[in-house]
Each structure stands twice: as C-alpha cells, then as structure tokens.
C-alpha cells in the first residue's frame, strides 16, 4: 500500500508542477504567438475574448507546422 502512496504524491505532485501545460493551448507557443493574437482582441466583444484567445491559441498549436519546409 504505500508504494501506492508513494506513486499517488508524485503523481499528484507532477500534475501541480506541469499541469498547466497539458491544459494551455499556449503552453509551447513562442511568445510572439501569443502577443499577435493579443493583438487581436480589441477586435472581439469583451465577453468572448477569453474563449476566442483560447481558441486562436489552440488552433495554431495544433495545426503549426513543426518543421517549415524551406520556401524556394
């Protein structure tokens, strides 16, 4: 039972440490990304701005492109 325990804690102490990088569309975004979309939101009625940056942020993280094939 306490190996259990034990793996529970350090477990539960990763997810507190890192756990907003599993949550945050623009947890490995470069920061540029995230002051262009910034940019953005006078844009968007201020009710909707959270939700709309949060998309914005997860669209582009899902659908970047890791290695940018060169533009000749």
Sequence with gaps: ????????KKL???IY???NDLIDPAADLPEKV????ELLMPFVQPEARELVRS????????YR???PAPSN
Excluded: K, P, Y
């Excluded at 995230?34 to 979309?37: L, N």
């Design 1 to 8: 039972m306490g190996i259990f325990s034990d793996l529970d």
């Design 12 to 14: 539960t102490e990763n």
């Design 17 to 19: 440490a890192h756990g």
């Design 34 to 37: 995230e002051e262009r979309v």
């Design 55 to 62: 998309q914005i942020l997860g669209l582009i993280h899902e």
């Design 65 to 67: 492109n890791e290695d």
